[in-house]
């Protein structure tokens, strides 16, 4: 049973930054390409960003692009999303989740496996 476990998230002002956390046990981690996608209450769960199962591609939404940085730490099971420059909109619920695929999809409907999120809030 592949298991995923966000941490990170909190409350920063606009402009600031958070670093989230994903581990993953369970499973080899190298195999999974892996996503980060957000959710505000009410709202579909939209993507945000994905990294290939070597790290070799990144991908991100138009949103975030040169803001947020998604990056794998093979050696321990971890990805992780540098968010700067925060503004309000980013607000939501952050997941991760985990795709058995070289490449990544903008798609959560292609991931396998998903964490219980981590809130962020922006405030203005």
């Known amino acids: 049973q592949v298991q995923l476990v966000e941490s ?18 369970g ?15 009410g709202k579909e769960r939209d993507f945000v960003a994905a990294i290939s199962y070597s790290g070799g591609e990144t991908w991100y939404t138009d949103s975030v692009k040169g803001r947020f940085t998604i990056s794998r730490d093979d050696a321990k099971n971890l990805i992780f999303l540098q968010m700067n420059s925060l503004k309000p909109e980013d607000t939501a619920v952050y997941y991760c989740a985990a795709e058995p695929s070289v490449a990544g999809d903008t798609d959560p409907n292609d991931y396998t496996y998903w964490g ?7 405030s203005s």
Request: glycine share 18%.
């Open 8 to 25: 990170g998230g909190g409350l920063v002002q606009t402009g600031g930054s958070l670093r989230l956390s994903c581990v993953v046990s």
């Open 27 to 41: 499973s080899n981690f190298r195999r999974y390409a892996m996503g980060w996608f957000r959710q505000v209450p």
């Open 116 to 122: 219980q999120g981590t809130q962020v809030t922006v």
